[in-house]
């Protein structure tokens, strides 16, 4: 059960009213408050004060205070005049009926108060949102206006010269005419006349138009950029599954490497297993991993060199050897042995792809750098390749001939 306050303390003017309600050693932010004109409430923990007032007060110019050990009231009469008592002197049930009510009451204030704020503010925001419409609309309005003043004043640039070009148009045009009237009376009068009048076309400082000219325009095909507009998205879906079914077949799929995988050396090792077991589609699916990741490692290059040169992609296989034989610069006796097996490996691919003669040049230079038996061994098979082919040639001759 709550505990009824009844030790408060209250005063009066003409015109005040003041209410001291102390709170018993309870902290002034417990306190629950609640005010009408003629009810009054305070609670805390469990202890209650209220207090039916004898005669209306005026709200919104009353103050209350909340103070460390009292809670202060200053009311300010409706009406001035000293009051007989603080409270109304009725029965239980009287006081109940006209404590609801005048709760009721305040309630329906509070609401209709809140109510008229949050309109207050929507209309506040409307009127916000019709100023900044109004003014994207002069901004607006004058960027059109500029947009037409420059219009103007490009088209009267060409209006000008359109009426110089006509005025001249029309000046040779009479030039024309008399010319014809002219010879129309000669020819009525029968009479020789030597006509001296030239016709005078008068010029105008304007150039004449550029003579046209058409232009062909040709447009490589294109398959991959843009596959919707093309309409090649399903090719182009089936060539790559087939190119991740021909990685997954080579054993290397560089998206299922680990981070600490993705290493050149590491890529260099696994390219040079994968030969050493003849799976040149692997060496070349991680040598080449391993040359996006590092451009600059000339030892990639040489080991996918031969693995391309096995492969039989001769083309390729020139290219690697090329491209090692740059980055092998400057020449150095350290580096003599990886340029000669790069131009040994070159000139094998070269003889292979065709170009007999350059490519047993290049295997002949390699020996020179350095001795090496095996590629002895290819030079002396190629050059017996070669002298077959150009007997075989010879023979064929005196046939072709007959």
Not at 162 to 189: F, P, T
Not at 253 to 261: A, F, K, Q, V
Request: net charge positive; with cysteine.
């Amino acid at each position: 059960m709550p505990v009824i306050i009844k030790d408060f303390k209250w005063s009066q003017t003409d015109c005040n009213i003041s209410i001291i309600v102390p709170l018993h050693g309870v902290h002034q932010s417990k306190t629950d408050i609640f005010t009408s004109p003629q009810y009054i409430k305070v609670s805390f923990e469990a202890f209650f004060f209220e207090v039916l007032l004898l005669h209306p007060i005026n709200v919104s110019a009353s103050v209350c205070t909340k103070a460390l050990t009292e809670v202060v009231f200053d009311l300010k009469k409706v009406s001035s005049g000293m009051w007989e008592s603080l409270e109304l002197n009725n029965s239980r049930q009287e006081r109940n009926a006209l404590k609801q009510k005048l709760i009721l009451e305040e309630h329906e204030r509070i609401r209709k108060e809140t109510e008229g704020r949050i309109a207050k503010k929507k209309e506040l925001k409307r009127i916000a949102v019709n100023e900044q419409i109004k003014l994207d609309t002069r901004v607006r309005n004058r960027i059109d206006e500029i947009k037409k003043q420059e219009k103007a004043q490009a088209l009267g640039n060409i209006n000008e010269w359109k009426d110089i070009e006509e005025s001249c148009k029309s000046k040779n045009e009479k030039v024309k005419r008399a010319i014809s009237y002219q010879n129309e009376i000669d020819i009525i009068q029968r009479k020789p006349v030597l006509l001296r009048t030239k016709s005078k076309t008068i010029k105008s400082d304007i150039p004449k138009p550029r003579t046209t000219r058409s232009l062909q325009i040709l447009f490589t095909e294109r398959e991959f950029p843009t596959p919707s507009r093309e309409s090649l998205l399903e090719q182009e879906t089936e060539y790559l599954r087939k190119q991740a079914e021909a990685r997954r077949s080579a054993g290397f799929i560089d998206e299922d490497l680990r981070p600490e995988e993705k290493n050149p050396q590491y890529l260099l090792s696994k390219g040079r297993e994968f030969l050493k077991i003849d799976n040149y589609l692997g060496a070349i699916s991680a040598l080449s991993f391993g040359i996006k990741l590092s451009p600059k490692f000339v030892d990639l290059y040489i080991a996918r060199s031969e693995a391309h040169l096995k492969c039989g992609n001769f083309k390729r296989s020139v290219d690697d050897c090329t491209e090692a034989l740059i980055l092998l610069k400057p020449i150095s006796p350290i580096n003599l042995d990886e340029r000669a097996l790069c131009i040994g490996r070159r000139g094998i691919a070269l003889f292979k792809l065709g170009f007999t003669k350059q490519g047993i040049a290049e295997i002949k230079e390699s020996l020179k750098k350095k001795n090496n038996d095996e590629l002895t061994a290819i030079l002396n098979d190629l050059e017996h390749e070669y002298e077959q082919n150009n007997k075989n040639n010879d023979t064929q001759k005196p046939a072709d001939v007959k």
